[in-house]
């Protein structure tokens, strides 16, 4: 029985996993993750580097990284250019 529920478990998450783009299709998910690392150019001609991944918003288009230290910052769509990540 405990094997049953297992393959069960493993089906469930295999099935949502393959859903990713039809759940932001839907809005259900709105965060898109692009791994790391990466440069962020601001408007003002700034640029941000970050060894980690970015996580951007698909409605909103702001970004989320961490610097060097960690720390969590967010750069909203009208403060940035553009972005590069190597993926």
Known sequence: MKVGRILA????VLVLNS????????????IKRV?????????DG????TPY?????IRTEA??????DRKLWTVFREE???YACQE
């Not at 478990?9 to 469930?12: D, I, Q």
């Open 9 to 12: 478990g493993v089906f469930v």
């Open 19 to 30: 859903c990713e783009s039809w759940f932001q299709d839907i809005g259900l998910k709105d």
């Open 35 to 43: 791994d790391g690392p990466c440069t962020i150019t601001l408007k």
């Open 46 to 49: 700034t640029v941000i580097e």
């Open 53 to 57: 991944s970015l996580e951007i918003s």
């Open 63 to 68: 970004i989320t990284y961490r610097d060097e």
């Open 80 to 82: 940035y250019e553009s």
